[in-house]
Every structure is written in structure tokens, then in C-alpha cells.
């Protein structure tokens, strides 16, 4: 089972409670693996204060690339994902549902995706730093392997 297959375990209540319409339309666009991949990222991106554009814009790019959905499924996804987060109120329920349903490669794959977000900008701040630090303690990733993760993704977006 692909990771995204197994968050999407997680979050298919999410989608099962909508109605009507809706539901019908993100059945056929949108499923709950592509929304928990989408809000973990949206989650990183909003740590320092901003979502700036180049962050929603990497976001955009992964869901298209790592999701493989059209560019207008992307800018839905994208907004029910910043809706999601919006509406969260902590991190450590979340992980913990991670952390219990992934084994550590999976785990450590959706470590890179947010490390991508972080590294959207092209710059890394304090608030990203520490949020990482704790969401890699909560998943039972040693810093070792976030920071191997980190060097990896710094590597292919030329970030020194």
C-alpha cells in the first residue's frame, strides 16, 4: 500500500462527510490521500506566519508531479487543504495517527514532502525549523535521518 493510500485511511471521513453536489464533484477530482498529503504541506508552509506565493506555487507543482492531477484539481485540492488547515487546532492528534498507522520509510516520505515546503521559499526560518524538529520527534524520526532528509531535498533545490 503507497503511503499516500495509508493517510488516506486516516482522513476518509473527511470527505464522506460532505453533501450533495460537492461530494459528487470531489469524488470524481479529489480523494482523501491527495487532501492529508496537500494539508501536511499547507501545515509546514503557514509555520513561519506567511504562505507566500512561491510556497503555494511548490505546492501546487508536488500535487501535480507527486499526485498527478490536473493543474484546476491542483487549485481545488490546494484550497480545501489551506481550509483544513485553517481548521485544525494541533499537530499532535495528527501525528499521532501517522506515527501509529506508517512504518518509518513511510514516515520518512512524508518527512520529505514537508521539507520541500519548507524549502519552498528558498530559505528555511526558525518557526519551520523548530515545527520540523517536533513533527520528526512525534513520528519517531531521529534528527539524523530528518536532517539526511533535509541535506537531500537542500541538494535538489540548490539551496546552500
Known amino acids: 500500500m503507497s503511503i499516500f493510500s495509508k493517510i488516506a485511511t486516516l482522513f476518509a471521513h473527511?470527505?464522506?462527510?460532505e453533501s450533495g453536489l460537492a461530494k459528487k464533484r470531489n469524488a470524481q477530482n479529489i480523494d482523501a490521500k491527495?487532501?492529508?498529503?496537500?494539508?501536511?504541506?499547507?501545515?509546514?508552509?503557514?509555520?513561519d506566519g506567511e504562505f507566500v506565493e512561491i510556497e503555494r506555487q511548490v505546492?501546487?507543482?508536488?500535487?501535480?508531479?507527486k499526485l498527478n492531477l490536473s493543474h484546476d484539481d491542483a487549485l481545488e485540492l490546494l484550497s480545501k487543504a489551506v481550509d483544513k488547515q485553517e481548521n485544525s487546532i494541533?499537530?499532535?492528534?495528527?501525528?499521532?495517527?501517522?506515527?501509529?498507522?506508517?512504518?518509518?520509510?513511510?514516515?520518512?516520505?512524508?518527512?520529505e514532502l514537508l521539507w520541500w515546503v519548507v524549502f519552498a521559499?528558498?530559505?528555511e526560518d526558525n518557526y519551520e525549523r523548530n515545527l520540523m524538529r517536533r513533527i520528526a520527534g512525534l513520528l519517531y524520526i531521529s534528527d539524523k535521518k530528518s536532517g539526511e532528509i533535509r541535506k537531500n531535498v537542500m541538494l535538489?533545490?540548490?539551496?546552500?
Open 90 to 111: 494541533q499537530i499532535l492528534s495528527f501525528t499521532k495517527d501517522i506515527k501509529n498507522h506508517f512504518d518509518e520509510e513511510g514516515r520518512a516520505d512524508i518527512m
Open 156 to 160: 535538489d533545490n540548490n539551496v546552500s
Open 59 to 65: 505546492i501546487e507543482k508536488l500535487l501535480v508531479e
Open 121 to 123: 521559499d528558498g530559505q
Open 34 to 47: 491527495q487532501l492529508a498529503a496537500a494539508a501536511l504541506m499547507v501545515e509546514v508552509a503557514v509555520q
Open 14 to 17: 473527511d470527505l464522506d462527510n
